[in-house]
């Protein structure tokens, strides 16, 4: 008997060919990549397994505490497309406020690549969540999937989709970045090179969502990480950014690993547990319903904060 579970499958999972065909080569970093996406598509298939969080849940806690993170993304992706095909369930929003509610920032995400996949304009989605700070993950997660499935169009021919809004874009674009942390293979030539080729006016964007990728996914060593600061010239305040972002998010979620504190260490000037707390001064009475986004004032804060830290860092690093 052909049961639900592989019916959803069939209809709406990611193949493991699919997910993994950015990667070139069997390398550490490569396999390391690779493990990541995994684990997020295999949170995404045990939401279309069993979606109600006593199946679920037990699935994803048994991940490994360094990979549960993209777990809980994987479910939010499912979650959210389960949402779309029958919206009465309101499983997203159960999941936010209940299993989900520590990994929020991947939910968010997760919920972004959902609205991809399906197809579906995510900026009337963002308008109807309650977080109207996090909300804007969503447009983040949006541009993630976009750059890593359908690269071709979003990477290499830098297309960006006619129906966001202005503000909407920039986030996109931090999503971008992420991917290409992963198609580059997490090689500093070649994302500097990739982000070199787009305007100018998209790079800052692009170079915060390296940030996140390198201080979350990691894969690489010091010495990766500081060719890559370099590589970031102007936008190290950006790269920064990226890397505090994650240390909160870890933090929130209780799943610290050592790449992170290594990243905030070099990118931020300052360890994981300080990056985190300033996350938390910048969220301090950000108005939310002024014509500016306050994802946008929370950023501007924190970049603010970074250019000069980040520069005073560099400059005794260079010796100068």
């Not at 679920?56 to 779309?84: F, I, K, Q, W």
């Not at 499935?149 to 979003?154: A, E, H």
């Not at 992420?178 to 787009?198: E, M, P, Q, T």
Request: a positive charge; proline letters at 4%.
């Amino acid at each position: 008997m052909f049961s639900l579970s592989k019916l959803r499958r069939s209809l709406l999972g990611v193949s493991q060919k699919e997910a993994t065909s950015f990667s070139e080569s069997n390398t550490r970093t490569w396999k390391h990549l690779e493990a990541a996406v995994l684990a997020a598509i295999e949170g995404y298939h045990a939401t279309l397994d069993g979606s109600t969080f006593e199946v679920l849940v037990p699935r994803l806690n048994a991940v490994a505490l360094e990979l549960r993170g993209y777990a809980y993304e994987g479910a939010a992706m499912g979650l959210t497309g389960l949402d779309c095909m029958l919206p009465w369930k309101k499983r997203l929003r159960a999941y936010m406020d209940g299993p989900g509610a520590a990994h929020i920032y991947m939910v968010h995400i997760g919920a972004g690549e959902a609205l991809a996949r399906l197809r579906r304009k995510p900026e009337p989605f963002i308008a109807r969540l309650h977080d109207r700070v996090l909300c804007w993950l969503v447009m983040d997660g949006y541009g993630f999937h976009e750059g890593f499935f359908s690269r071709r169009r979003y990477v290499d021919e830098q297309r960006v989709p006619a129906h966001l809004s202005r503000y909407a874009r920039r986030i996109f674009d931090q999503g971008v970045g992420r991917s290409i942390w992963f198609s580059a293979g997490a090689n500093v030539d070649r994302i500097a090179a990739i982000i070199a080729s787009f305007p100018g006016a998209r790079q800052a964007d692009l170079w915060v969502g390296i940030g996140v990728a390198c201080t979350y996914v990691g894969g690489v060593d010091r010495t990766t990480i500081e060719a890559l600061q370099k590589a970031a010239g102007s936008y190290r305040p950006q790269l920064a950014l990226g890397a505090a972002f994650v240390a909160k998010g870890r933090k929130l979620a209780g799943n610290p690993v050592s790449h992170t504190d290594l990243a905030c260490e070099v990118l931020c000037g300052i360890s994981s547990e300080r990056a985190a707390q300033l996350v938390d001064v910048a969220f301090q009475n950000l108005p939310t319903d002024g014509p500016e986004p306050a994802y946008e004032i929370l950023q501007q804060r924190l970049v603010t904060q970074f250019a000069e830290r980040t520069e005073s860092v560099y400059q005794q690093k260079e010796g100068k």
